[in-house]
């Protein structure tokens, strides 16, 4: 089965950038999406296909991914911003794998 | 607007049952697959199966398998969950969410439903 590593938390202060992993071997091949998941609520997601927003996700969130490293970013980040994100990719055409997710704190 | 609502938070005993429904409103039923999703707490997401409403076809991830029943209703736009022998590691919130396929990539969950948590307990 295919794995995804992400670190467990990542900090940022207010008005900062914020950058979350999402590892996975040769995952350049991959599509990789991106759920937030605010405190006792259900994932929306505000990056699918590594690199495209859904309607009403602000630009200060973008995506990329190099070889074996997928990258969420969140430019000027904002209190509202203090979610898990989780990355997910197919590891065929029906197993999803989802990432452990990333606890992202705005200090 | 696309709505995925749940049904509401269940208790059951260790053994038992459970149905979690999840009604769809707002698009056309069975143009999309719903998946199952479920989150331990403190935990990530882990994926159950998924049915087509289309025509009921159904894939349960192995772990699953033999425990979890999917079904749908198409005249009422509805997906449920059964899943069976209830242990306390079963204790979760279990989300439908809808797979949306696009163009330019894989297909991903685009709306989710609000969770039902059930909890197993003694």
């Known amino acids: 089965s295919y794995d995804l590593t992400q670190p467990l938390s990542v900090s940022v202060a207010l008005g900062q950038t914020a950058t979350i992993t999402c590892g996975g071997d040769?995952?350049?091949?991959?599509?990789v999406h991106w759920y937030q998941q605010k405190a006792g609520q259900a994932p929306v997601v505000v990056m699918y296909?590594?690199?495209n927003r859904p309607s009403g996700i602000p630009e200060r969130l973008s995506g990329s991914h190099s070889a074996n490293t997928a990258t969420l970013t969140i430019s000027r980040a904002q209190a509202g911003d203090e979610a898990d994100y989780y990355c997910?990719?197919?590891?065929?055409?029906?197993?999803?794998?989802f990432g452990a997710g990333t606890k992202l704190t705005v200090l | 607007q696309v709505q995925l609502v749940q049904s509401g938070p269940e208790v059951k005993k260790p053994g038992a049952s459970v149905k979690v429904s999840c009604k769809a409103s707002?698009?056309?039923?069975?143009?999309?697959?719903l998946y199952w999703v479920r989150q331990a707490p403190g935990q990530g997401l882990e994926w159950m199966g998924w049915?087509?409403?289309?025509?009921?076809?159904?894939v349960y991830a192995q772990k699953f398998q033999g425990r979890v029943t999917m079904t749908s209703d198409t005249s009422v736009s509805t997906a449920d969950m059964e899943f069976n022998r209830l242990r306390s590691d079963d204790t979760a919130v279990y989300y439908c969410?809808?797979?949306?396929?696009?163009?330019?990539?894989?297909?991903?969950?685009?709306?989710w439903g609000q969770g039902t948590l059930v909890t197993v307990s003694s």
């Open positions: 969410a809808r797979l949306v396929a696009t163009e330019v990539a894989t297909p991903h969950f685009d709306y």
């Open positions: 707002g698009y056309s039923f069975t143009a999309y697959y």
């Open positions: 049915i087509n409403p289309n025509n009921a076809a159904t």
């Open positions: 040769n995952i350049r091949s991959k599509n």
């Open positions: 296909g590594n690199t």
């Open positions: 997910q990719v197919w590891d065929s055409t029906t197993e999803v794998v």
